[in-house]
């Protein structure tokens, strides 16, 4: 059974603080999305990366792929409460098989 | 607005009912998906169409079908109702197999009683 792991699996911190949460597998994905998904709402795609290497950069949020496209990563600088929320992976193998990260949720205390 | 509509977006309905959500892809979309998730847990795959035809098949119970239509909407039917099925059911929707990532719509939060 291919997995995501997430991690971690909570995470509470304050205001203007750095985070960084890890999505690992032993699959090799052709591209993983990062996704954010608030309370009674459905997930909303942030990222989608391709390239073994490859980083993005969207505002105060990076996303890297690892070297081997088993792994990836989201780093946030100085977060805000409105960054509160559960994030998700989601890696895509050759198949078209997409699978879903076990998640990570995000409080930001003002 | 993500442009994938789901409705109702609420539903309260009694053990051994049955049901159907109802699910409109982004225009132009020809994927559609359907997730289940309960509670503190993540979001379980349950069955995709493409263009009217299934194409995949997950964690989908005998009493649970769905459906695509010539006009690309989605029913996910929902039958013998259980306490068990109380959960957020999402709908997404995506333009190929989703190696972009999906639209998902807001969901239906079913309440089985």
């Known amino acids: 059974t291919q997995l995501l792991e997430q991690s971690p699996q909570f995470l509470s911190i304050q205001e203007g603080e750095n985070l960084t949460v890890y999505c690992n597998s032993s699959s090799v994905f052709s591209s993983l999305q990062w996704y954010r998904q608030e309370p009674g709402e459905g997930p909303v795609l942030l990222v989608t990366v391709v390239t073994g290497g490859e980083v993005k950069k969207l505002k105060r949020l990076t996303f890297q792929f690892g070297d081997a496209r088993k792994d990836s990563s989201l780093h946030i600088t100085a977060a805000q409460p409105g960054d509160t929320g559960l994030y998700l992976c989601a890696g895509v193998t050759g198949t078209y098989k997409y699978i879903f990260g076990t998640g990570t949720r995000l409080k930001v205390l003002a | 607005d993500s442009g994938v509509t789901q409705t109702p977006k609420h539903l309260i309905t009694a053990t051994g009912q049955r049901v159907t959500l109802r699910c409109s892809p982004r225009?132009?979309?020809?994927?559609v998906y359907w997730y289940q998730q309960s509670l503190d847990q993540g979001l379980q795959f349950l069955i995709q169409?493409?263009?009217?035809?299934?194409?995949a098949k997950g964690n989908i119970l005998e009493r649970f079908s769905a459906q695509q239509f010539p006009d690309l909407h989605s029913e996910l039917n929902l039958s013998s109702l259980e306490l068990g099925d109380s959960a957020l059911y999402f709908c997404a929707s995506s333009v190929d197999g989703g190696a972009y990532g999906y639209t998902f719509g807001s969901g239906t939060r079913l309440t089985v009683v």
């Open positions: 225009s132009g979309d020809l994927s």
């Open positions: 169409y493409y263009n009217g035809e299934e194409r």
